[in-house]
């Protein structure tokens, strides 16, 4: 639809203009025959296919630009023009224009010769790439997306600043030319002009689509395409590359057009309901070339002499995109259902103790020798968080990190996944060292789980599950019928099938990590790390997903670790605890044994916080004023002691010397209390009445003791 459609508009381009011609000629003249008018030839192959073609490229290579800036910022509003790409192009140009000879409009680039267009598409495309590595660089600093774009937008100031002043020293024919190319323009490019144009945009386009499949990757954020294999340095360095030679040459030649890189991704994920980049690539070309194609065709104004700017009629098209995105929230497209294709039987078929460790792996599976965690610094000392780790991990085992914050709990998470080097010692697994091993081989082993929010548009949760099989899929990402079957496997173990076909940005959080959690599985890892996947979840699904990682280490004898500050369901499911306390050292043993041993308390010891080595629970340090004998069972009086400590009470045993005494019993479902102080007997019917007269004795109690001291 999208070609038919390209192709009709690419005709009526050459049709219309201020001399319409018939269609007949047209055929005639591209089939090398000879027009009614000899002007009419003229005019198609000196003028019109030229210019037609110019926008073909650039809105195939402003709308591949974007797209790949946009998933590389994670931005929605990034593109050539927003992030100050244009203007880093614009100053390339107006360097060689303004400085060396008679540039401007592509009109004038004919007089510098084949080797002039060769070196202002260079200066271009050093331009633009010298801005966008600027961005990202402040990008790898910055979280917030609106920050990156007005940090884009000043970029652009200042080089659009350097250009005033290039403009302020030169003579007024290159001033006038200069600012006539900045409206934009795809007419006067000449045939010899798209011989450079041509390959330059071809090559970033080849490159656009041959990185389809870390683009998809790198959806989920850097630290997950890393986690998953990817090269991130490398993959960066060619998706700038490529970002930059499409959106200087283009800016060399055409000008600065506005808006086609940010609107056009957004088109083709609203009307293709995809995020996949094997899809998006190819349908963003082809709709670029359409819209860039339609706005040459309004700019022309055909029947009339007038030519409107470029500039001004790809903004009617590009700003109403822009403020949709912008009232969506930033979300990247539509939340439509779409389900996703079933796969047949033959390729579901992966049963899930068959993909358990075999025989032969070793007991260990990673073990740390002297390690030491912390922050390398080049002109002072190394700040140490946590030193001396000498740990190891077993087949099947359920490892829970635990420890205040500020501990250091994330970084040593880090550095045992090979995304952070150690300042000394080494992480082997499986017998090597996770630093030395190619990001490949290591995806292969190791998976993880961030705490991280994933938000991509028009993303089902299967395709996001399927991304765990990329450092298993050839350069094309395309899935085997056994990739597959992992897939369906992972969704099954975790218990994902109704959430399958659901996109990403309509599920709950809890429904979101069980998604992320088969995504890790995808991978066939023999070790998965999770940073607190617990944290942005309600009781209930807490207890849910600790259940779960519990089972699957049991039942596939993977090691999950991860780290959390659910320390009661630590203590309930883990197999063994690391415990982390502020400056070390690290603890490791059965979550019984650290209770025991004291470990524990001393580890979350704090000013008004006190950890019940007796209930394996925290409380909130409070003031007694009273000692009460307790008696009852069961849950009845467990509930009636946490009420009677919470306002002040401490509750001993009943030989113990007392303050009072209080029997709490339950007959035929009815609750009583009978409370005894002083041989004085009160009885309850409601633990709020018996409450509310312990915390007035005990006002009275301590006013009296006040009283005293004075």
Known sequence: MLVGLLLGIFFLDLVLGSVRIPARDIFTVLLGGEAARPAWKQ??????????????????????????????????????????????????????????????????LASMGL???????????????????????????VQSSTTILILGLMFGYATGALVSILLYFSIAERIQAYIVWTFGSFSGVTWSQLRILAPAVFTGLLI?????????????????AQSMGVMVKRARLWIITSASILAGAITAFCGPIAFLGVAVPHLCRALFQTSDHRTLVPVSVLMGATLALLADLVSQMPGSQTVLPLNAVTSLIGAPVVTWVILRQGNFAGRRRVSSPALSATQAQFDLTSEALSADTPAELLTTRELAIGYAAKKALSRVVAENISVSLSRGAFVCLIGPNGAGKSTLLRTLVGMQKPLSGSVLLKGNDVHHLKPSELARHLSVVLTERVEVGNLSAEALVAMGRYPYTDWTGRLTPHDKAVVQWAIRAVGAEALAPRHINELSDGERQRVMVARALAQEPTLIVLDEPTAFLDLPRRVEM???????????????????????????????????????????????????????????????????????????????????????EGRLALWTRRALERIGLSVVHKDDTADMQLEATSRNGEQHWRLTIDGQTSEYEALAELVSFLRQTGQEVEKGEGTKQQ
Do not use: C
């Open 546 to 632: 600790m259940a779960l990682l519990r089972h699957l280490a049991q039942t596939t004898g993977r090691v999950i670790l991860l780290s959390t500050h659910d320390l009661d369901l630590a203590l309930r499911s883990a197999d063994q605890i690391w415990l982390f306390p502020t400056g070390g050292p690290l603890h490791v043993g059965l979550p019984e044994d650290l209770v025991l041993n004291g470990a524990f308390e001393k580890a979350f010891h704090g000013e008004g916080v006190v950890f019940d080595a007796n209930t394996g629970a925290f409380k909130v340090g409070v003031s007694t004023w009273g000692r009460v004998a307790l008696i009852g």
């Open 115 to 141: 080797f002039g267009d060769f070196g202002v598409v260079v200066a271009a495309t050093v331009g633009a790439a010298s801005v966008l590595a600027a961005v990202l660089f402040v990008s790898k600093r």
């Open 43 to 108: 005019i198609i192959l000196l003028f019109r296919l030229p210019r037609a073609l110019t926008a073909i490229l650039a809105g195939a290579a402003l709308a591949a630009s974007g797209l790949q800036m946009q998933t590389l910022f994670r931005n929605p509003l990034a593109g050539p023009f927003v992030l100050g790409i244009n203007a880093g192009a614009s100053l390339g140009v107006a360097l060689v224009v303004l400085t060396v000879g008679s540039v401007g409009a592509a009109s004038l």
């Open 208 to 224: 656009a689509q041959m990185l389809a499949k870390p683009l998809n990757a790198l959806l989920l954020g850097e630290a997950y």
